[in-house]
């Protein structure tokens, strides 16, 4: 995918900040009706911005609003543990994720099948990082098994990979419209390079 002119990557990262405030648990600002957008966040923000700083500047912003939850929520304290430093490889495996779907995309029906392993892979490794680290690292569990973590798995994976889905599938129904119409303008250029 060729790069966006900077203006749109700018509106897509503002938009990408603002969904990550409004659904981001247990804060100030969350909406409770929204699924959780931070996977989402991460895999399009690899997607659409081409500067290395969305990565942690995402990150940063992940911290300071799960910050602001440990001190104006009291749940939040379950989940701020020595374990959240997981997130870290959790969030960069999604980032990676759509950085990499980014090399591989052309705008064509068969998009879909990058897109798909993409997701799948860095979901997977996300998954595995955070709720991983969380089981075994956090403190929270005073025993833990290899049995009882892939019966949580098999609970709250796919609720979180629903989430994903529904991010990015917003964000596909947007995306491919605009590409249409920018293919249409321009009929010469096989790469979309604006909508793309």
């Not at 659409?48 to 799960?66: E, K, M, Q, V």
Request: neutral net charge; proline residues 5%; contains cysteine.
């Amino acid at each position: 995918m060729k790069p966006l002119p900077l203006h749109y990557q700018y509106l897509i990262g503002f938009i990408l900040i603002a969904l990550m405030i409004a659904t981001r648990e247990y804060h100030f600002a969350s909406l409770h009706s929204l699924p959780g957008a931070s996977w989402a966040v991460f895999f399009l923000a690899g997607l659409y911005l081409r500067s290395s700083w969305s990565l942690p500047g995402f990150l940063a912003l992940t911290w300071i609003l799960d910050s602001s939850a440990y001190f104006t929520v009291a749940e939040s304290e379950f989940c701020l543990t020595t374990a959240y430093a997981f997130l870290l490889p959790a969030y960069s495996a999604l980032w990676a994720a759509g950085r990499w779907f980014a090399t591989h995309y052309q705008f064509s029906w068969r998009a879909w099948m990058p897109l798909s392993f993409s997701l799948l892979i860095g979901a997977m490794l996300c998954e595995l990082f955070s709720s991983g680290g969380f089981y075994f690292f956090s403190g929270q569990f005073t025993e833990t098994n290899f049995a009882e973590f892939w019966q949580r798995e098999l609970y709250y994976f796919p609720l979180y990979l629903q989430s994903l889905l529904f991010y990015v599938s917003m964000a596909a129904a947007i995306h491919i419209p605009l590409a249409l119409i920018h293919q249409s303008r321009y009929p010469r250029n096989n790469a979309i390079s604006q909508y793309q």
